[in-house]
Nanobody, 124 residues
Framework: QVQVVESGGGLVQVGDSLRLSCAASGRTLRNNVMGWFRQAPGREREFVAAITWNGGSTRYADSVKGRFTISRDNAKNMMFLQMNILKPEDTAVYFC?????????????????WGQGTQVTVSS
């Protein structure tokens, strides 16, 4: 099993920045993809960003491209999401997820391990 725990959420103003962290522990997946998803009230969980094991490839949802940056530190088993120029529509619970393999899928069922989520609220 792999355990993942998100942190870094909070209440911010429009245009502010926030950095989310994801700590992974447990069974090590040597080659995996890590991703961020988010879910707003009344809406389905949606893909935000993903990154391959070596960090060489990333993928973003169109809605966050140019504003969010995903990164990872494998030595510390950590993944990060730097969120800039936040908008009210970014308000959601953000989830960290881990998928075995190399495919940066935007499809949530592709990810085997999930955290409990961290709330991000962007106030106007």
């Amino acid at each position: 099993q792999v355990q993942v725990v998100e942190s870094g959420g909070g209440l911010v103003q429009v245009g502010d920045s926030l950095r989310l962290s994801c700590a992974a522990s447990g069974r090590t997946l040597r080659n995996n993809v890590m991703g961020w998803f988010r879910q707003a009230p009344g809406r389905e969980r949606e893909f935000v960003a993903a990154i391959t094991w070596n960090g060489g490839s990333t993928r973003y949802a169109d809605s966050v491209k140019g504003r969010f940056t995903i990164s990872r530190d494998n030595a510390k088993n950590m993944m990060f999401l730097q969120m800039n120029i936040l908008k009210p529509e970014d308000t959601a619970v953000y989830f960290c997820a881990v998928a075995p393999g190399f495919i940066m899928s935007p499809w949530a069922p592709s990810y085997a391990y999930w955290g409990q989520g961290t709330q991000v609220t962007v106030s106007s």
